[in-house]
């Protein structure tokens, strides 16, 4: 029915920059809460942060400063920039979207396939 569609993963050096981007397609009617999770080789996932339909956004403390996550709502995407990125920021991210469904407005909590962080010292 829906389908979340990670992209802007990849190798970087400490200090670089990586913007992900997650765009979601099929039967949607509304997305509300959007967010981006991470999972480290040996550790639970966690949230890195979420974005409301209306743009409010929340974070990790940790991340905050850092990293920015932003979507457009005309294409269903939620993006997420990550600056000055360092080692321990090395993960699967993952784009989480709770999605109200066409036609009769049934809900669907959706997951991307998540997409390889690799931040080499």
């Known amino acids: 029915q829906v389908q979340l569609v990670e992209s802007g993963g990849g190798l970087v050096q400490a200090g670089g920059s990586l913007r992900l981007s997650c765009a979601a397609s099929g039967r949607i009617l509304r997305i509300n809460d959007m967010g981006w999770y991470r999972q480290a080789p040996g550790k639970q996932r966690e949230v890195v942060a979420t974005i409301s339909l209306g743009g409010r956004t929340n974070y990790v403390d940790s991340l905050k400063g850092r990293f920015t996550i932003s979507r457009d709502n005309a294409k269903n995407t939620v993006f997420l920039q990550m600056n000055s990125l360092k080692p321990e920021d090395t993960a699967v991210y993952s784009c989480?979207?709770?999605?109200?469904?066409?036609?009769?407005?049934?809900?669907?909590?959706?997951w991307g396939q998540g997409t390889q962080v690799t931040v080499s010292s």
């Open positions: 989480n979207a709770d999605i109200v469904l066409l036609p009769y407005g049934s809900r669907s909590n959706a």
